[in-house]
């Protein structure tokens, strides 16, 4: 059975039976009574401790009398130490002597097959002899005890492991030589294994060791060389969770790492910039370089991006404008990465990002700009203006004189320079050209650009391209500025150049729904939607029969639902309105009941999330419930008999009540025989006013001349429709939304009932007022009709108005 290891830590002089060399008297401070450090003599002859001999003299003075030897007690003259160095030394030979046998005898349990008892205990000696001294910590490293201590760490037992880490940190501090030896082999490695450990106090004790060894420079690269041990700091040192003071130690371990430029990328690609931007910023040349190549290879988070760009934004920018053909590639690589997000967009916009990149673009002859750099150039472009800047607002001097991004001779540059490049270039200024024309403001001008330049037809070209980022770039830059330029896409695209073959091949190409397919869509969707001669062309190439047959496989979930469907529904909503328009054609009237577009647009009525859809559905039944009273088919009464001329004929059982026909939503597009009322008049509370105009312009088709209007009012009531599109009048929308609500008000007040009803309700009286007050000419027409119903005016007789006419 192992025997145990009893050892005394306390004082030097309480040697155990372990230890057959015991402390010399001579050895003994007479008033510590304590193995002395720094022997002195005194005028006496007496020898004591340094620092207790000291204290005795301080203590006599304060008592008032003079000085006195402590064993002698007699009075001193002076107190003048005299240093003991023989003794000292015989003192030290006689610790090192004893410090040895003491380490010898907790070698003997730095063993893994040691009880924790024994191990704890032996290393906890060994913390004991390393703490007295410097000198001890070279006796533990000459006589082998790190390797053994180090091999501690593969303890299954946890007390075993942190004691063993709590010694190696002792071992190492302010001790350079046992640092490099701790550090050998893969001791480093196992100690970053314990940062991820479970239990916090081997995550505290091992980081606390680490950064002692941090402190060495040279193990900087090997801490920082190990798989992951920065990832594990940054967390560590970032952490809300773990403990203050291990906190505290990845941080400063991680500020020693700095010190070591092999260990600035990895620090940078964790999260941990600043060391990278302070050599950026502070660096030589080279240095500069090295740190914008490492830059140009990071893929940073939004935040990151934003933070470069405050800090080395003007730096990077001075460079392209300054630097070597190698930095300047570098710097434009950089940027591409850090110009990706809107907010570091606009910090290197207000830095004076826009002259050296148009210049860079624009170059020629002797300054002449590398290709691959100028499509670097293109995308850092492409990545500004697709932020939220006001370019137009954005001057900066180009060729001698102040301009815009979206100058006419600037965009004119872009339009050449896309006709004479090749195609990554290419698709890099499209896609400048689409953030340019993004917002409202800005395609104005450009638009203006691309007229006065005749360069429509050279774009629409685009869509034909053999890349697909290309064809992506123009069909959205085409959308953009489809509102300005209608009339002019809608002639080029329907020529005979087969581009409108090409967008639906395009459309219908696979049931995965993709950016083009979109984009393709939204143009088509963009054009003039009551341009009778587009709408006949998409209807000759089976372009409605296509998108009404993809509308049905997203309902049914034959195509797959991405972050696309939705713009892609939207835009082939859109294109199948066109043919309502015209729905009268005999063509388009059969399309429409073959495919039962009535029931189709119903349903997407009920998006709920989808406000264009929504609009898009209403707009559609309104164009075709216009038409229903043409398409109900009325029976025909047989012949009356003569015994019959005074009998009431028998009632047609199924006729509809408004339109007196026979009717059907797939047939006559009937919104009463297809449910369609309530649907309608759910829409009428939406907080967006183009969907409240567009249901109530459908449900107005019930109250128009040529179908029966009363039918359509009672039909209203039936579905408690009639107080929420008095309550539209009331809340007094838009103008467009007040002018159909007028309207169907008037015609709902011709029920002597109702209009009594309402009579006494102010809110209407009032808003009837408003818009008898405040509309066009036909509204306060409507609105004065409205009035008359409910008592507001005087409804004066036919012979009055002759009267005051005569």
Known sequence: MESSLSLSFDSDEQSSDNYEEKAFDAFTCPLTRQVMWDPVTIESGQTFEREAIIKWFKECRENGRNPTCPLTQIALKSTELTPCIALRKAIEEWRKRREERELEKAQVHLTLVSSEQNAVAALRHVITICQRNEASKDLVRNQGLIPMIVDMLRSSNRQVRLKALEALRVI?????????????????????????????????????????????????EKIGAVYGAILILVGMASSKAENIVAVEKAESTLKNLEKCEANIKPMAENGRLMPLLKKLLKGTPEVQLSMIECLSELVLANDAKATVASKVGPILINIMQTGTLQAREATLKALKEISSNEASSKTLIEAGIFPPLINDLFSVGVYKFPMRLKELSASILANLVNSDAQLETIAFEHNGRMVTLLSEDVVHSLLHLISNTGPAIECRLLQ???????????????????????????????????????????????????????????????????????????????????????????????????????????????????????????????????????????????????????????????????????????????????????????????????????????????????????????????????????????????????????????????????????????????????????????????????????????????????????????????????????????????????????????????????????????????????????
């Open 172 to 220: 190492a501090e302010e001790n350079d030589d046992n640092k490099e030896t701790v550090s050998e082999g893969d001791t480093i490695r196992t100690i970053i294994k314990f940062l991820s450990n479970e239990y916090f106090q081997e995550r505290a004790l091992a980081v606390t060791l680490l950064y002692e060894l941090s402190t060495l420079e040279p193990l900087c």
């Open 432 to 806: 400048v050209l689409v953030g340019m024309t993004n917002s409202a403001a800005s395609a104005k001008e450009v638009v203006a650009a691309v007229r006065s330049s005749g360069a429509i037809i050279s774009l629409i070209q685009f869509i034909e391209a053999v890349h697909r980022d290309i064809r992506v770039a123009a069909l959205k830059l085409l959308g953009n500025i489809s509102s300005y330029m209608g009339p002019d896409l809608s002639d080029a695209l329907g020529g005979s150049t087969g581009h409108l073959s090409s967008l639906m091949r395009v459309i219908s190409d696979t049931n995965i729904i993709t950016e083009e397919q979109t984009a393709a869509v939204k143009l088509l969707a963009d054009l003039p939607e009551r341009e009778p001669g587009l709408t006949r062309q998409l209807f000759d190439l089976g372009a409605f029969q296509t998108l009404a047959i993809k509308l049905s496989e997203i309902k049914h979930g034959v195509i797959l639902s991405n972050r696309h469907v939705t713009i892609f529904q939207e835009g082939i909503a859109r294109i199948l309105c066109r043919i309502t328009y015209g729905i009268s054609e005999p063509d388009y009237l059969n399309f429409a009941m073959q495919y039962d577009l009535g029931t189709v647009f119903l349903d997407l009525l009920q998006t709920t999330g989808q406000d264009n859809l929504q609009i898009v559905s209403a707009t559609v039944l309104e164009n075709l419930s216009q038409e229903s009273k043409n398409l109900t088919r009325v029976p025909e009464l047989p012949p009356v008999k003569c015994c019959q001329i005074f009998s009431k004929p028998a009632p047609v059982k199924g006729l509809c009540r408004v339109h007196h026909g026979f009717c059907s939503m797939k047939d006559t597009f009937c919104l009463l025989q297809g449910r369609a009322v309530e649907r309608l008049i759910a829409c009428l509370d939406h907080q967006n006013e183009k969907v409240v105009e567009a249901s109530l312009g459908a449900l107005c088709t019930l109250l128009s001349d040529g179908v029966d209007i009363i039918e359509g009012v009672f039909a209203l009531y039936d579905a408690e429709g009639i107080r929420p599109i008095l309550d539209v009048l009331v809340e007094n929308r838009s103008r467009e939304v007040r002018q159909k609500a007028v309207w169907a008000v008037e015609r709902i007040l011709r029920i002597d009932d109702i209009a009594r009803e309402v009579s006494s309700d102010q809110s209407i009286g009032s808003a009837l007022v408003e818009a008898f007050r405040t509309g066009d000419y036909k509204t306060r027409q409507i609105a004065e009709r409205a009035l008359k119903h409910v008592d507001k005016l005087p409804s004066f007789s036919s012979a009055y108005h002759q009267i005051q006419r005569a």
